[in-house]
């Protein structure tokens, strides 16, 4: 096989981040903002930071500053967690509900038009070899 799947994913990778930062220029936020807003909003269980950082692989001082700008802009909130007095939760304002449903929305639409491209087991090929890094 002459093509790189590495490159190939990389390329994948950048076009959506591009295309997630341009959905959410109008809002004052960066794609990375939005995703982990998306991932609030289908975590609504307690989700701290220490969740944000490994689901995005992300250093606990970034996501210290992204959740500090979120909060800033009324979008998440930190809660004291009733499990653990020393771990903060973090939660959706209604402001960020708001927007999560944006980016739900287009997170749907973006992936339909990905996967109607393919047949059913193309789609389910796909997947499970994205699943694969999850490992």
């Known amino acids: 096989m002459d093509e790189s799947i590495g490159r190939l994913i990389k390329i994948a990778h950048s076009r959506l981040n591009s295309q997630l930062d341009e959905l959410a220029k109008p809002y004052g936020l960066t794609g990375v903002q939005m995703a982990v807003i998306d991932y609030l909003r289908s975590n609504s269980d307690e989700v701290t ?52 449903n944006l980016v739900k929305n287009y997170i749907q639409d973006y992936e339909r038009d990905i996967f109607s491209q393919f047949s059913e087991e193309e789609n389910k090929t796909i997947l499970k070899f994205l699943h694969s890094f999850e490992k």
């Open 49 to 100: 930071q220490k969740d944000i950082e490994n689901e995005f692989q992300i250093q606990g001082s970034t996501v210290t500053v992204m959740i500090d700008r979120l909060e800033h802009k009324a979008l998440v909130q930190r809660i004291k967690s009733l499990k653990d007095k020393r771990v903060n939760e973090i939660k959706l304002t209604e402001k960020g509900q708001q927007i999560s």
